[in-house]
């Protein structure tokens, strides 16, 4: 092999490991932009678990909170029915003192039913609790797409950056392909196309 020659392959190998690593450190930047996303998804569908699920407890124990109110007023208007009913020779101003709590009562136990004006009626706390369920619901699947998705998010930035050190074309290309089913995973997490029941 003539001296030419020699630095002819030398040139070509060095410009070949040149590209071989602009492309692994850009690789390394993108993964490491997908982890920071996705490492944002996870945050936010952690909170969204704790908070939705604090928030529906709270819904549904003011919920029952109304109900007993109201089983209590229900049973002292059925009381006050009773004596009513019972001693008919109670003087008329008793039995408008009577007839006056009991509708006060019946008003106060129709009020919580339905608040529309406060959304704390039975029928609206319910309503609330169970959309917040449906929120925690939804943070609880997503979340194991993020956690799969920084894991290999992870690991592909170390293969992409060893294939540097090594100058291996294989283990960029394994960490490109792991980085990319590594952002399928992340945005299936956002947007929560397909169901991977293996994940759940």
């Given at each position: 092999m003539k001296a030419d020659e020699a630095s002819e392959l030398l040139e070509n190998g060095a410009a070949g490991d040149d590209r071989l690593k602009k492309a692994a450190a850009f690789l390394v930047g993108i993964l490491a932009m997908a982890l920071a996303i996705t490492g944002l998804g996870a945050a936010d569908a952690a909170k969204e678990i704790v908070n939705s699920n604090i928030l529906a407890?709270?819904?549904?124990?003011?919920?029952?909170?109304?109900?007993?109110?109201?089983?209590?007023?229900?049973?002292?208007?059925?009381?006050?029915?009773?004596?009513?009913?019972?001693?008919?020779?109670?003087?008329?101003?008793?039995?408008?003192?009577?007839?006056?709590?009991?509708?006060?009562?019946?008003?106060?136990?129709?009020?919580?039913?339905?608040?529309?004006?406060?959304?704390?009626?039975?029928?609206?706390?319910?309503?609330?609790?169970?959309?917040?369920?449906?929120?925690?619901?939804?943070?609880?699947?997503?979340?194991?797409?993020?956690?799969?998705?920084?894991?290999?998010?992870?690991?592909?930035?170390?293969?992409?950056?060893?294939?540097i050190l090594a100058g291996s074309r294989g283990l960029l290309a394994g960490g490109a392909s792991i980085g990319g089913v590594a952002v399928l995973l992340a945005l299936n997490g956002f947007l929560l196309i397909i169901d991977l029941p293996f994940l759940g």
């Open positions: 407890s709270n819904a549904y124990a003011f919920f029952q909170a109304k109900t007993v109110r109201q089983t209590v007023l229900r049973a002292a208007a059925d009381d006050m029915e009773i004596v009513l009913l019972k001693d008919s020779g109670m003087p008329e101003a008793a039995q408008k003192r009577i007839r006056e709590r009991l509708d006060e009562y019946r008003r106060t136990i129709s009020r919580y039913e339905s608040e529309l004006e406060t959304g704390e009626g039975r029928k609206e706390l319910l309503a609330r609790a169970q959309m917040l369920e449906q929120r925690r619901d939804r943070a609880q699947r997503q979340d194991p797409y993020f956690d799969y998705a920084e894991a290999l998010l992870q690991i592909a930035i170390v293969l992409s950056s060893i294939s």
